[in-house]
């Protein structure tokens, strides 16, 4: 079993609609969870971080953690064409600071 | 966050030649990493830069073939020795600030071997 898991993409969703992005990560002790955002050809930018359980809002942006089905996700309001991206779940490794970086989700956002 | 600068920002180098990227952070940071992507994938860990101290390896990279230096908090080195085509990628490096978790990334330095 892969570190961490991300649903496999592209994944298209129509303007305005809600984008769902999911990651599953295999260490129990893991604590800390990660969003970035990827542009083609550019450098990962971080978007959300999560520590707790439940929901965390950020403008359009959702995070939510499910710590006992060691799930975490993205969901992405109103999606914009700007929002087409590969979406980078990471996890912390252990109790260390290290990341583990999931595959990537690739969203496009269809105008 | 961080202001982070990599040089170069790209290069073509020949089979057999050494190439060493350059980042630097425009405040001090407590941790500095080094990450791979390879065409079409995600990030892999090569090290975290260790100030004053050799540098922490992820399994599958060793120092001959990654020498890293941080002589200090705001500044870190990548060497890729002996490239091969398959060393072709970006490399990234990220840090880490104070009482915080999250990673910050440089632009990246995007490497061709011919």
């Known amino acids: 079993q892969k570190e961490v898991e991300q649903n496999s993409g592209p994944l298209s969703v129509p303007e305005g609609a809600i984008a769902s992005l999911n990651c599953t990560y295999s260490?129990?002790?893991?604590?800390?969870f990660f969003w970035y955002r990827q542009y083609s050809g550019k450098s990962p930018e971080l978007i959300m971080s999560?520590?707790?359980?439940g929901d965390k809002e950020d403008g359009r942006f959702t995070a939510q953690l499910n710590k006992a089905s060691q799930y975490v996700s993205l969901l992405i309001r109103d999606s914009q064409p700007s929002d087409s991206a590969t979406y980078l779940c990471?996890?912390?490794?252990?109790?260390?600071?290290?990341?583990?970086f999931g595959p990537g989700t690739r969203l496009s956002v269809l105008p | 966050s961080a202001v982070i600068s990599q040089k170069p920002s790209r290069d073509i180098c020949q089979r057999g030649t050494s190439l060493t990227i350059q980042c630097q952070v425009d405040?001090?940071?407590?941790?500095m990493f080094w990450y791979r992507q390879q065409p079409g994938q995600s990030l892999t860990l090569i090290a975290t830069?260790?100030?004053?101290?050799?540098?922490?390896?992820e399994s599958g990279f060793v120092i001959d073939k990654f020498p890293i230096s941080r002589p200090n908090l705001t500044f870190s080195t990548l060497t890729v020795s002996n490239m091969s085509p398959e060393d072709s990628s970006i490399y990234l490096c990220?840090?880490?600030?104070?009482?915080?978790?999250?990673?910050?990334f440089g632009p990246g330095t995007r490497l061709t071997v011919t």
């Open positions: 990220s840090v880490k600030l104070a009482g915080v978790y999250e990673q910050y």
């Open positions: 260490d129990r002790v893991s604590q800390s």
């Open positions: 999560i520590y707790s359980n």
């Open positions: 990471a996890v912390n490794r252990g109790y260390g600071q290290n990341f583990v």
């Open positions: 405040s001090q940071v407590t941790m």
């Open positions: 830069a260790n100030q004053g101290s050799e540098a922490t390896y």
